[in-house]
């Protein structure tokens, strides 16, 4: 039995495993990380359009700050996230953005003088103060009060993936590239590492480490159409499951981005339509007004979404072979907008549509792209129920998202989690609870076991067919799981999913190989995605309200008196075919926004007991406060800066508000 030691375990090589692992090598502890692809090529370097983080240099960002971005992403959450893990967010968004472009990422920069822009189809010409030259530059996105959305041109994913890796090497941070983790390593009540198959050669070997972090991104491809990379299979988020003691949150929570392209659902950026693009159908109307008179196009994600395949519903859809979609028209913007700040959108609608976007409308629908559900950590990014497993960005429910996340957050918080986390896990380690005794026999038990059920596919005589399976179980998902969601739909779901996780368990093989073998990865895959798709399925179907991405049909309120609450999902024993689902709730009396109306639609949610005396609690409070420093009134409402490391902590300076 081989067996490899390190302090930290990292599994997952995009952009907050890597900075995970950078913080606890700045720490003087080694971390080690396991990657699927080479980690330059992770899913994080698909993230087109932008970085939140208030850093107010441009004029129509001017007056943003820490409050502002703290409110719209506690809206944008329809409430459902950890208010004071936001406020750690939002606090540490400049300082990771600034820290990147030390690093070197070439981040879009403000030209002061005159400027043309397109607002709400309209040329407007604005004018950037001479003291912002030079300064970070920010786009207009969705659901925000103030352009935020930090950017280089719309390839920031990939700028911003190349030079935290660059970091990682310079770290001395290995990856061990083309593995797999199959299992973790615990005794119930202490997580030691991974069981992890090097997929070249099919070798197992026991990964023992006094911290392990889950960053393995997100689980799009449990459906048919998914912005999502093939590789982001929710296996991480299936990893802690599969322990039996971490649980995972919220995984009903799932978002659909407006402008997949038709009909592949390859991502084309929310920055198209922050930059002045506008949403057409077929006779080329703009229809977004009709539904969001205030926020039209730059409405949360969830609800332009959901107006999207309203409008369709109701029969304006352009309708082609592949079937009907709308057109996103960024021809306003202009040719050399498009070719410098929009350049990915013009290459992707070039290869994989035949377009020309400076000319003709892109056709796009609504696809899977994020999951705000994952493992359920505490702000540390450590399991409650499972000491010495952590988890970050994408694959965590830390909970900064809620019900729905802002575009530009995801991978904000991907660089943000990872800082607070390493830091978190070095304290961890250098503590007394990051000791660890661990009996051999424990790990080759788990080695042994995983080799076990690898054989058993690899051996057995069974008729299923693993990829047959994978496609039947993304089908279900897209047409029962997705934007508008029944108990019909949702009972149906769950059913055929428990048949399908049945079926799993008697997967055979064509291909006998232990080595490089597709068709086994598939099979392993494919039993664990059930499960999690399991997961979203029960928790949408026992969830009887809309809240963000969840939307009900047949419960169309959002119910904070009955559901102001967080899902948490357990897999108690291999063979059950359905999660154990528990509730979590949040308590309105220590929020620093109480639940109210969004700011979409109809006012149309029934209020918690508590919010109406926390909102008076607040009103008061304020009015003894009156005059006193933002940042005081702020402590006093809802402490918060105790929670990030010593580090981390501090104010954020902007032009408008300078440090003392």
Same mark, same amino acid.
């Given at each position: 039995?081989k067996v ?15 900075r995970?692992?950078?913080g ?10 396991l990657?699927?692809v ?5 899913h ?6 932008g970085m939140?983080?208030?850093?107010g240099?441009v004029?129509?960002g001017q007056?943003?700050?820490e ?7 506690v809206r944008g959450?329809?409430?459902?996230a950890?208010?004071?893990v ?10 990771a953005?600034?820290e990147?472009?030390?690093w070197?990422?070439?981040?879009s920069r403000?030209?002061k003088g005159?400027?043309t822009?397109i ?5 407007v010409?604005?004018?950037?103060r001479?003291?912002?030259?030079g300064?970070i530059s ?8 103030k352009?935020?959305?930090c950017?280089?041109s719309?390839g920031?994913?990939?700028?911003m993936?190349?030079?935290? &890796?660059? =970091?990682?090497?310079?770290s $001395?941070?290995?990856?061990h590239e083309?593995t797999?983790a199959l299992?973790?390593?615990? /005794? %119930?009540?202490?997580c030691?590492g ?6 070249i050669?099919g070798?197992?070997t ?8 889950i960053?393995t991104?997100?689980?799009?491809r ?14 991480g988020a299936a990893?802690a ?11 009903? &929570?799932? =978002?659909?981005?407006p402008? $997949?392209?038709f009909?592949?659902?390859?991502l084309?950026?929310?920055?198209c339509?922050? /930059? %002045?693009?506008l949403?057409?159908d077929a006779?080329?109307h ?11 196009e730059l409405a ?9 395949e309203?409008h369709i519903?109701?029969?304006n859809?352009?309708?082609s072979r592949?079937?009907?979609h709308?057109w ?8 050399k ?5 929009l350049?990915?959108?013009?290459e992707?609608?070039?290869?994989f ?7 003709d409308?892109?056709?796009v629908r ?6 705000m559900?994952g ?6 990014g450590?399991?409650p129920?499972l000491?010495?497993?952590?988890a970050?960005?994408e694959a ?5 998202h809620?019900?729905n996340?802002?575009?530009g957050?995801?991978v904000?918080e991907?660089?943000v989690a990872?800082m607070?986390?390493?830091?978190f896990?070095a304290?961890?380690?250098?503590s ?7 009996p051999?026999?424990?790990?080759r038990?788990a080695?042994?076991?995983?080799r076990?059920?690898?054989?058993a596919?690899?051996?057995?005589a069974?008729?299923e ?7 039947e179980?993304?089908?279900i998902m897209?047409?029962?799981?997705g934007?508008?969601?029944t108990?019909a739909?949702?009972e149906?779901?769950?059913h055929r999913?428990?048949?399908?996780l049945?079926r799993?368990?008697?997967i055979g093989l ?15 895959r494919t039993?664990?995605?059930?499960k ?10 026992t969830r009887?309200?809309s809240?963000?991405?969840h ?9 904070d008196a009955?559901?102001l609450?967080?899902?948490l999902a357990?897999?108690?024993d291999p063979s059950?075919t359905?999660?154990?689902l528990a ?13 109210g109306w ?6 149309n949610y029934?209020d ?7 909102a008076?609690e607040?009103e008061?409070l304020?009015?003894?406060l009156?005059?006193a420093?933002?940042?005081k ?6 402490p918060y800066e105790?929670?990030?490391?010593a580090?981390f902590?501090g104010?954020n300076?902007r032009?408008?508000?300078k440090?003392?």
């Open positions: 039995m490899i030691y390190t302090d930290v375990l990292v599994i997952g090589g995009g952009l907050a495993g890597l995970i692992a950078i606890a090598r700045r720490r003087g502890h080694d971390a080690l990380i990657s699927l080479p980690a330059k090529r992770s994080s370097k698909a993230a087109q359009g939140q983080a208030s850093l240099n004029i129509k007056g943003d700050n409050d502002v971005h703290f409110e719209d992403t959450s329809d409430w459902g950890d208010q004071q936001v406020r750690m967010f939002v606090n540490t968004a400049p300082k953005v600034r990147l472009a030390a070197g990422v070439p981040w403000v030209r005159d400027r822009v607002i709400n189809g309209q040329k010409t604005i004018t950037e001479d003291e912002a030259h300064l920010q786009r207009d996105f969705g659901g925000t009060k352009w935020r959305t950017h280089v719309d920031t994913g990939h700028a993936l190349q030079a935290v &890796a660059d =970091q990682a090497i310079a $001395g941070v290995p990856v083309r797999e299992a973790l390593i615990h /005794d %119930g009540s202490r030691y991974a069981v992890v198959r090097d997929l050669t070798e197992l026991a990964y023992v480490a006094k911290a392990t972090a960053a991104g997100g689980a799009g449990l459906y048919r159409v998914t912005t999502n990379a093939v590789i982001c299979e929710g296996i990893l499951l599969e322990t039996g003691v971490a649980a995972l949150g919220n995984m009903e &929570a799932v =978002q659909f981005h402008t $997949g392209i009909p592949a659902g390859i084309v950026t929310e920055g339509r922050g /930059d %002045g693009g949403l057409r006779s080329g703009r229809f977004m007004p009709d539904y969001e008179p205030e926020k039209k949360s994600r969830d609800v332009v979404s959901r107006r999207m309203e519903r109701k029969g859809g352009a309708k592949f079937g009907e709308l996103l028209d960024i021809t306003l913007l202009g040719e907008h498009v070719k410098t700040q350049r990915e959108v013009y992707i609608c070039q290869s549509l035949g377009t020309d976007p400076t000319r409308f892109i056709a609504p696809a899977q792209h994020y999951t559900g493992v359920r950590t505490k702000p540390t450590e399991s129920t000491r010495g497993l952590f970050a960005g965590a429910c830390w909970d900064m809620g019900f996340r802002l575009g957050n995801s904000a991907t660089v990872g607070i986390v390493g830091e896990i304290d961890f380690i250098e007394p609870k990051g000791e660890i005794d661990i051999m026999a424990l790990v038990e080695v042994e076991a995983e076990a059920r690898l054989d596919l690899l051996g057995g069974g008729t067919r693993a990829d047959a399976l994978k496609i179980m993304q089908q897209t047409d029962k799981v934007i508008f969601r108990g739909d949702l149906e779901a769950v999913l428990q048949g399908l049945v799993s368990r008697s064509r291909n006998h190989v232990d080595g490089p073998n597709p068709e086994l990865v598939t099979a392993y039993q664990k995605m059930l999690v798709a399991l997961c979203i399925a029960t928790g949408a179907l009887t309200e809240r963000g991405a939307f009900r049909e047949d419960f169309p309120q959002r119910d009955h559901w609450k967080r899902t357990t897999w108690k059950d359905l999660p154990c509730y979590e709730p949040l308590d309105v009396l220590s929020m620093e926004l109480p639940p969004r700011g979409y639609g109809a006012k029934v918690h007991p508590d919010t109406a005396r926390r008076e607040l008061q304020r009015e003894r009156q005059g420093d933002r940042h009134v702020q402590a006093e409402i809802m105790h929670l990030l490391p580090r902590r104010r300076e032009i408008d508000e440090l003392p």
